[in-house]
C-alpha cells in the first residue's frame, strides 16, 4: 500500500530516499485508515520540503 502512495506522490516530493517503519498495532487498522495515515505523512513531508524551498530562496534574496 505504501508503494502505491508513494507512486501517486513522488512527484510532489524531491528526489529522496524514504524508509516507512511500522508500529505495533498497525496490522489491526483498515487498509482506508492505512491509507488515510499514509496520505497524511506525505502531505507533512511535501509541506515540510516546500517550507524548506522557500526559506532558502528568502535567504538566497537577502545575500
Known sequence: MSRE???HRNSD???IDI???A???VSALSNPDI?????RL???MIEQYKKR?????N???TC
Open 5 to 7: 502512495v508513494f507512486r
Open 53 to 57: 524551498i522557500v526559506s532558502r530562496e
Open 19 to 21: 524508509v516507512l517503519i
Open 35 to 39: 491509507l488515510a495515515l499514509l496520505n
Open 42 to 44: 506525505f502531505d507533512t
Open 23 to 25: 508500529k505495533h498495532g
Open 13 to 15: 516530493l524531491p528526489s
Open 59 to 61: 535567504l538566497a534574496s
